[in-house]
């Protein structure tokens, strides 16, 4: 699915009807040049439309916000869609892992002190 972007003339009606302001929930924000964004009230990547009546004009603290859920509600609604039409994650293959290695091998024959005339206490 491509994202669809609002057209010109939907963002102009929708800066006409802010008026200036950020349409957040109880925001009301006065607009500053650039740091607004014309938002889809339903997100483009559910079932949102690029019409006025899914557009809204957010401050950037509001957009932000709203970006941040949309992202989480986009995922959740694959997973579901998914869920329902039987894809699930493939299962997870669990590895035996590696078998413990064998004695380590060293270079050189190590000194055994027994044969040395080492005799610790209380052994023969
Ligand atoms: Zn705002």
Known sequence: MSRREFSKK?????FVRAAGHCEGPGCGAKLSLGKFAYDHVNPDGLTGEPTLENCAVLCDPCHKEKTKNDVA?????KRRED?????RPPPQIKSAGFR???PRRRATTPI???????????RD
């Open 10 to 14: 939907v963002k102009r009606d929708a």
């Open 73 to 77: 509600d986009i995922a959740r609604a």
């Open 83 to 87: 869920a329902h039409r039987g894809i």
């Open 100 to 102: 413990p290695g064998s």
């Open 112 to 122: 055994d002190k027994l044969k040395i005339g080492y005799r610790p206490h209380g």
